[in-house]
């Protein structure tokens, strides 16, 4: 705004557009006897990990020890679950192992209401064996899920001063020398 004749532009205030950081979790879930429970398990027969709570949403991990069903017999299967009555989108890597760590990852992917999302066949039987994944027989998972910062909008507004004329100066003045001099 240009304040006449003074060739002044005031500033009214500003707004800055900004995206928070990303927000990283992790959660650690250690099976124990695993090869028993390759060999063993039925097709469709899952294990699942205690339900977790990260940023306010309830999650948690499936695993299909001998994959979900006959395409998936053989391998192991890994999903991340989303429990809310919500769609999320998150970004999760889960890396297998103790020693010998293998990743596996997804960039954000929306995961609906009480749904998984992950590797139907993350590995055959024989690569786990084969890559030494198991420790003391032990399958280590670690799921890091990342949550997308926000877009938020910071601002800042001045409030603007009453200009005053020189003509309602003047009429102020003269209106104070009245009331002090008690013609009013």
């Not at 002044?8 to 959660?27: N, Q, R």
């Not at 020693?99 to 749904?115: D, E, R």
């Not at 997308?148 to 020189?166: A, C, D, L, R």
Request: proline share 3%; with cysteine; hydrophobic share 35%.
């Amino acid at each position: 705004m240009t304040n006449p004749g003074s060739g002044h532009i005031s500033d009214i205030g500003w707004c800055l557009t900004a995206k928070e950081p990303d927000m990283v979790f992790s959660y650690r879930w250690t099976i124990e006897d695993f090869k028993t429970k390759m060999e063993n398990f039925k097709l469709g027969q899952q294990l699942e990990s205690s339900q977790f709570i990260i940023n306010g949403f309830k999650l948690c991990i499936n695993l299909y020890p001998n994959g979900r069903n006959e395409e998936e017999g053989g391998y192991v299967s890994l999903f991340l679950r989303n429990d809310n009555s919500i769609q999320l989108e998150v970004m999760c890597e889960f890396v297998l192992g103790i020693k010998n760590t293998y990743k596996h990852n997804f960039s954000f992917n929306k995961i609906n209401p009480n749904s998984g999302y992950g590797f139907p066949k993350m590995y055959s039987h024989d690569q786990i064996i084969s890559k030494n994944i198991l420790d003391d027989d032990k399958l280590e998972i670690r799921a890091v899920i990342t949550f997308k910062g926000k877009v938020k909008n910071i601002s800042h507004q001045v409030v603007e001063e009453e200009e005053i004329t020189e003509t309602a100066k003047v009429g102020s003045d003269l209106f104070k020398a009245f009331e002090k001099s008690g013609v009013l």
